[in-house]
């Protein structure tokens, strides 16, 4: 049965593709947080076992993929095409990891909305019969990001208030024409938005209007009822960004408020991990949904989720040339049925 | 009827979709090489009227994608998707083109490989019914390029002749489920290829393997016969990769000479513009496709070409590290029938 869109920017997937598996990595500080028991691997070094930090961002993606294949009973060599990106330049991590895992590879950019940037293509592509196999992955570490967006690690900078931790971690999903497990059923997908705020300590306000745009558009094409779902979580407007989503939603008439949370919000304990607003970074959104997420769909405590992860496109080039921050969120619909 | 896998890596795609229109911007040193008459734009200066270079490339691209969809009749509010991506980190030209163009976007990453890469996943998205019409495009700037992966222009360093001259350049594609003009029939994936080269400065040479498993993969699945092509173009190796993927080719019994020729080998005379190797960039096969082959195509010159964009995707941070080059390159087989 042919997919088909509805109203302006959603897709409603009827061919059932299927996430047969997912799995995530995480570093020392994200294992201590609340959702330490849903992480397949808990990393005790942040360099783990390599030379740099990007090094190791690389194989973080590359075990997350790795185990996603290995836990479906399928091998690496009948996956069709793999969809990653992270951060950091040139996509460094997800290149070196697409070199060594050998599986025709479409590099994907959406700051931190490059998880469901990921899924959204992954599961049109095997919903279109183009893959029976389709892997989709990001990374981020703490380490590589502080270094490329801010300062040098050595130098100990103090943050504000309204700052987020990047997550250092990595999650992948495989992606079926058949299988067990939940469905990806419905697909909004980001325009950019850009709201002027040009402060890259304060992600979460720059995002928000994002999500919100995109949410919104969701739930203008479908008449779907926020109530519907277990679950809502953007990822990552942190602990600010999630109050300025939920608020002015509602101002719009759009209540998700009894089903809504933040995949920030959700990673670290924000009163006692010292990561002031939460946490951020491709890996933040991509380690929520393949660890805690996929594990409650899987169990049926959740049968309906939505996943918008969500991604500030500034760069340091943009900022110093005094530009604002324009920010997209793809918002992906999983159900059990 | 359902398009269908053939083979290990290519795409049959069975449903036409068609590149109903295509537009290109390029700068002052383009504008005088041998393909000038075939560029919509050519611009006098390369700053665009802009206050850096990279807001330049950012318009270049804005203009190619408004020229596209103007030259279609279509609006910019009918677009369903738009697919681009470019050299630069963190995609700064590409994101602030989106944010103007106010159409849902996936920003992707695969170096000078962009361009194929976007029109493979328009064409699959198109093919697969989840849209009408979808924007592929991507652009270069030789001073954004220079600063950020060599030196600063100012220095005016010297270059070995291994070297490309990256393309001033913004091409774009609209893709659309029916209409007049040439369609995407076969589509092949590229895996990430590294056979040890670590010299920037001969990309040629380290990216050529990566086409020749692509185009070697595309003959293998499809049994095609390279000499029923009008032209097999790849880009961007310029001469020295362009002879190296001819030879290799060759020796593995598969002949393109009678048809082949490269993007870079194509942007610039390469006696008389002092490009070394010739051009580079993702502009390189974004302009020459958008501008020259799609010309040719339109006037049934051409009736069935491979275009396989190549990209290196290094990064200094990657080559400080002493990285080799992993290379790309995705093919895409476009007729008239």
């Given amino acids: 049965m042919k997919s088909k869109r509805i109203g302006k920017r959603t897709i409603k997937l009827n061919n059932k593709p299927t996430i047969i598996s997912a799995a995530c990595v995480v570093g020392p500080k994200e294992g201590q947080g609340p959702l330490k028991d849903y992480f397949d691997l808990v990393l005790t070094d942040d360099l783990y076992g390599e030379k740099s930090w990007e090094l190791a961002e690389s194989k973080m993606v590359q075990t997350s993929m790795r185990k996603a294949v290995e836990k479906s009973g399928k091998k690496l060599e009948d996956i069709n095409y793999m969809f990653a990106g992270d951060l950091i330049n040139q996509l460094f991590p997800a290149s070196f990891a ?20 990921g899924m959204s293509l992954s599961a049109m592509i095997v ?9 989709s992955g990001t990374s981020s570490h703490y380490c590589t990001a502080e270094r490329q967006f801010r300062f040098p690690l050595e130098l100990g900078n103090q943050k504000p208030m309204t700052a987020q931790w990047t997550v250092t971690g990595a999650g992948s999903v495989l992606i ?3 299988g067990d497990g939940p469905k990806v059923k419905y697909i909004t997908t980001g325009k950019v938005i850009d709201k002027g705020i040009d402060d890259g300590n304060n992600m979460g306000a720059a995002m928000a209007p994002a999500a919100i745009d995109t949410i919104d558009a969701y ?3 479908t008449k779907d009822d926020p109530n ?6 953007t990822g990552d407007l942190g602990k600010l960004g999630k109050q300025i989503t939920q608020d002015l939603l509602m101002k719009r008439g759009i209540d998700i408020s009894k089903v809504y949370t933040d995949c920030g919000v959700k990673m670290f304990d924000l009163e006692e991990q010292d990561v002031h607003c939460g946490g951020s970074g491709c890996g933040c959104s991509a380690t929520v949904f393949a660890g805690y997420i996929y594990n409650k769909l899987v169990k049926k ?3 309906k989720v939505m996943l918008v992860s969500t991604g500030a496109l500034l760069s340091p080039t943009s900022t110093l040339q005094k530009q604002t921050i324009p920010c997209i969120a793809h918002a992906v619909v999983i159900v059990n049925e």
Same sequence: chains 1, 2.
């Fill in 127 to 135: 919903d279109g019969g183009f893959a029976d196999l389709s892997l």
């Fill in 228 to 233: 519907s779902f277990d679950l809502i979580i």
């Fill in 301 to 303: 405590e959740f049968n």
């Fill in 219 to 221: 739930f203008e094409d």
């Fill in 98 to 117: 697409a070199r060594e895992l050998n599986i025709p590879f479409f590099g994907i950019y959406g700051a931190c909305s490059t998880m469901a940037e």
């Fill in 176 to 178: 079926a024409s058949s």
